[in-house]
């Protein structure tokens, strides 16, 4: 396994990380459960992976409750990085809430079933518009001098929020969507995006000697060149919600990838390989969150980060995605 440092995170990062969505269970992801889940996780520390990103609301708790039974004995090995600022009531509906109050009764839910004292990395996991940015920065900095949390980070969140939080507490990291593919997106799952991923947050990053989180490396499945069909989801499938996938919408992203599985079969790789190598390389992505359902897949993505790619195979991608007509 290959690792990177960053300036504001004294541990070294697996450049390949574990997004611990796709663990929610068989309710929420098609073909999980939670024996292979575990025995994933298993496979992954083993591998040298020690990033594992997850939230309460993956599964509505079930997420964190998997990943804790899969570290037990050997959270030493780990580097847990959950979020907070997603709850969620009795019929399940979510609402975004960064009320003091309510994440640190959510850190300490978290701790439960995650079954440690401390959390790595919290991270805010989605903005909330009714609490000012300082109010919730105040109680993160609280957590983190009380020793539940190591460092604090933020995802889906502007530039400009960010800079409000710096003022009141260091930010080690940032989160965004960023894949080939969609590369300064404005939504993600019909929710307006407030950055620019390539354009702003990258350069942010470095400038700022963050570690960056990229997650939907592979496009929720779409980047490995199996799905053909915007109905291959079941309806209580989690993807099934993402307009990109799910729409007439989809043609459009599909046709770039039946160009882009021509050019994996030429160079022998694998095209979900290409993509979270295509990241790897560069230096502003410290770890790419990679979901994972069984050690099938979890083998095919420790693949990508055996090999480094050729200036001529990345400058072969981007004449695609350029000649594509998606707009990055």
Request: with cysteine.
């Amino acid at each position: 396994m290959k690792y990177k440092k960053v300036e504001r995170i004294e541990d070294e990062l697996s450049v390949l990380g574990y997004g611990c969505w796709g663990i929610s269970g068989p309710a929420f992801w098609d073909g999980t459960t939670d024996g292979d889940s575990i025995k994933t996780i298993h496979k992954a520390i083993e591998a040298g992976i020690n990033l594992f990103d997850v939230a309460p609301v993956y599964g509505f708790g079930h997420a964190e409750e998997v990943l804790g039974k899969a570290i037990s004995g050997s959270r030493s090995k780990v580097f847990i990085a959950t979020k907070c600022g997603l709850i969620w009531d009795k019929q399940n509906r979510i609402t975004n809430c960064l009320r003091p109050e309510s994440i640190r009764r959510e850190i300490e839910e978290s701790l439960q079933r995650l079954g440690t004292d401390y959390v790595d990395l919290y991270q805010l996991h989605w903005p909330d518009p009714a609490v000012e940015i300082e109010e919730t920065m105040e109680t993160l900095v609280e957590l983190q001098k009380a020793g539940k949390i190591r460092y604090i980070g933020l995802s889906n969140f502007s530039i400009v929020e960010a800079e409000r939080a710096m003022k009141i507490g260091e930010i080690s990291s940032m989160q965004g969507l960023y894949n080939m593919l969609e590369r300064n997106p404005e939504s993600y799952h019909n929710i307006p995006l407030e950055y620019r991923t390539e354009r702003e947050v990258l350069p942010f990053v470095v400038k700022n000697g963050m570690a960056f989180l990229p997650y939907s490396p592979l496009f929720q499945g779409l980047l490995t060149g199996t799905i053909s069909n915007s109905k291959d989801f079941s309806s209580s499938d989690v993807r099934s919600s993402n307009p990109k996938l799910s729409t007439p919408e989809f043609r459009k992203y599909y046709e770039v990838v039946i160009n882009l599985r021509k050019l994996a079969h030429r160079t022998g790789k694998p095209l979900g390989q290409i993509a979270i190598n295509w990241m790897v390389r560069d230096n502003a992505v410290t770890s790419v969150i990679a979901g994972a359902q069984n050690v099938a897949q979890l083998e095919e993505n420790l693949g990508a980060v055996e090999w480094t790619m050729e200036d001529a195979l990345y400058n072969e991608i981007e004449e695609i995605v350029a000649n594509s007509g998606l707009d990055l």
